[in-house]
């Protein structure tokens, strides 16, 4: 089998790496799975009103995490969207999310809000521009990790812009 010298150094790298941490008497940190994040279908868009000259949509969410140490796990979240013009302006704004960690259950462990700025200079109706965020940060207990933990993120809506999303989605779907 042919393997390059570069992958020959790395397999023996990681092996002597892996052969002083048992050497040193380290106990090897626990495997845990990430928990799995999602998007909350009602909180996926937020418009300006009243006019309604700007929207952002959340579009797609991912994480990363890694085992700090017997107790705890490092967890950064990967947030990406479209803002868009409904009018020919500059559009600037601040953009509130929310993140929540649900036990199996769906009761919240622990919830934050962070911001997202975004600017667009629109020439006309439909221009868009996509952002990206990394969110880092969330030290999250063992303990509170299983097969059903997951990550929620939506837009912080008002009462008026949660119904107006509901309301939308179901014109979408045809209730």
């Not at 048992?22 to 999602?38: H, I, S």
Request: aromatic residues 10%.
């Amino acid at each position: 089998m042919f393997m390059s010298k570069i992958t020959k150094t790395f397999l023996l790298v990681t092996f002597m790496g892996t052969f002083l941490a048992a050497c040193a008497g380290e106990k090897p940190l626990p495997y845990v799975a990430c928990p799995k994040p999602y998007i909350l279908a009602d909180g996926e868009r937020l418009m300006q009103s009243p006019e309604q000259s700007w929207t952002a949509e959340l579009n797609w969410v991912d994480l990363a995490c890694e085992v700090k140490d017997a107790s705890s796990m490092e967890i950064a979240l990967f947030v990406s969207g479209r803002f868009s013009a409904n009018i020919a302006a500059q559009h600037n704004a601040t953009l509130p999310i929310f993140i929540a960690f649900l036990s199996p259950e769906d009761e919240v462990i622990s919830r934050m809000s962070k911001n997202i700025s975004v600017s667009l200079k629109a020439d006309k109706s439909g221009d868009f521009v996509g952002f990206q965020k990394m969110i880092a940060g969330f030290d999250v207990p063992l303990d509170t990790v299983s097969s059903g933990t997951q990550f929620i993120v939506g837009f912080e809506l008002s009462a008026e812009e949660l119904a107006l999303n509901i309301s939308e989605k179901n014109r979408r779907l045809g209730y």
